[in-house]
């Protein structure tokens, strides 16, 4: 999952010409679901979102407060094109969620926000509808995050694994113990000389 939190002074979303959220002072987070995300992603999200120290203290003191500590609002907005790829320049959206699957998701990472919070503090936009959202970014401050691919952890150690094998099998082995003690051990041969065992060693030299 992948989010874009924005530190704001307000911040709305309108449907048509109908405003549907409005938020104060707080956060403004666009979401993008993808088609790996469990409940670990959203529980990290939640954590984070939450937690994120983006605002001032009593004192002034910057990077202080997370949006509970100074109990501010919080606007949540569905973003499928967070989880774009390009091929070539035409972006691609095969890695979002279906709408489908991302919509009981994305309410029940809203329902997650709200209980571990306010309810009354977070506010969403249209799933699915095409909005126009309107942001006044404090600072500007614009976090990216993203959260574990709890899924591809085992294949990605997998993968990793299976490298440094073929990196330790590709790798010269220094000589042993015993390799080493032979070689001290064996005669050295005059390259300007001939020897009938082994080969005429001038003879392979270049005139």
Not at 52 to 58: K, M, N, P, S
Not at 127 to 133: H, R, S, T
Not at 144 to 162: I, N, Y
Request: include cysteine.
């Amino acid at each position: 999952m992948k989010a874009i939190i924005q530190r704001v002074w307000k911040a709305s979303v309108t449907v048509g010409d109908e405003q549907v959220s409005t938020i104060g002072r707080g956060l403004c987070v666009l979401l993008g679901i993808s088609v790996e995300d469990t409940q670990r992603d959203v529980e990290y999200m939640v954590r984070k979102i939450l937690n994120i120290r983006l605002f001032e203290d009593e004192n002034g003191r910057a990077w202080s407060r997370s949006v509970m500590d100074r109990e501010l609002e919080v606007l949540c907005i569905s973003q499928f094109t967070l989880q774009c790829y390009l091929k070539g320049n035409k972006p691609d959206f095969h890695s979002a969620m279906p709408a489908e699957l991302a919509q009981p998701f994305y309410t029940s990472m809203l329902e997650q926000m709200r209980s571990t919070y306010r309810p009354e503090l977070i506010k969403d936009g249209q799933f699915g509808a095409y909005m126009q959202v309107h942001i006044q970014n404090d600072g500007p401050v614009t976090i990216e995050l993203e959260s574990p691919t709890g899924p591809m952890d085992s294949k990605q150690l997998a993968k990793q694994e299976k490298q440094q094998q073929r990196k330790e099998k590709t790798r010269p082995k220094p000589p042993s113990e015993s390799g080493r003690e032979k070689a001290a051990s064996r005669p050295k041969v005059d390259p300007s000389a001939s020897s009938g065992a082994e080969g005429d060693v001038s003879s392979e030299r270049e005139p």
